[in-house]
């Protein structure tokens, strides 16, 4: 901004290329000598796949940086503050923190803690379900909703069920959006049941698809192999502890799961105190059915007051249909 005017904008358009920074002052052609800058983000200041931000910054003569956040590694943090200080550039951080957190809440708590950023997703009717008593589940929502869903798998690295849900529907999980990438498809599969006629063992040469087990055979390991199917294996007394998996995910580099298995899954997910979002599809529709499942089940908490609490709840209305979308309240 100079003399009032936004002179230029940018952001970081994907991973590898060049940062908003470099991305709005390339574009400019003017004088920008002792413009201000607004950053959500810390300026770096260390060679990575880019040139440090902070050189073409301080190349191009701005007077004052206002920053959201600072980097959220502690170890850089306050470096790029430093870095243009140094070369007498005024530097203000803290400017609308918390909401500059917001916009990247996966990329921070991947990069602060190697953990990826862990949301649940499910669709439900008024009454609470997920499935009829019989098991039928398509379609709890109407196309807009659905689509809905598709746009959002896109946000995350990968997309996690549980074995029941492939068991019993079958699912693809893809994007259904053409020219996207799909998200690496998990299925946390303790005893190997996945068949191998499963359309995501089927279509895993395409879509990458990964199987977290337990115990298997080697035939079974073998054939999953062979068609395509990344396996992890987290070995916790016979099954597959929640918390490792995400630990090692992590370390794969995946920084986003989106969990969308069934209730016995939600139930088990939830207790890792992971989750930190929950998006809620409900439609106007009321089937009943004392057998009919519902999103999270589990044994549950036996009083109101220890319930899981969701928090900066957004309501959208999507066709007849909502989504309601929230913070899980993390436990001191
Ligand atoms: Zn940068």
Redesign the pocket.
Known sequence: VKNGRIMTEGY?QQYGEY????NALMKCEYDLTGADMYVTLE??CHQ?K?P???DIIIERGIGRVFIGTLDPNPLIAGKGVQVLKEHGLKVETGILERECQELNEIFFQYISTGIPYVAMKYAMTLDGKIATFTGDSKWVTGDVARHHVHEMRKKYSAIMVGIGTVLVDDPMLNCRIEQDVDPLRIVCDSHLRIPLNSQLVRTAKTIPTMVAYATGDEDKLEALREAGVQLVQINDNGRVNFKELMIELGKRKIDSVLIEGGGTFHGTVLKSGLVKRIYCYIAPKLIGGKEAKSPVEGDGFSLMKEALEITETEILKLGEDICVTGKVVQPE
């Open positions: 970081h940062h908003a920074e470099r300026p770096c990575g880019t440090p931000c902070t």
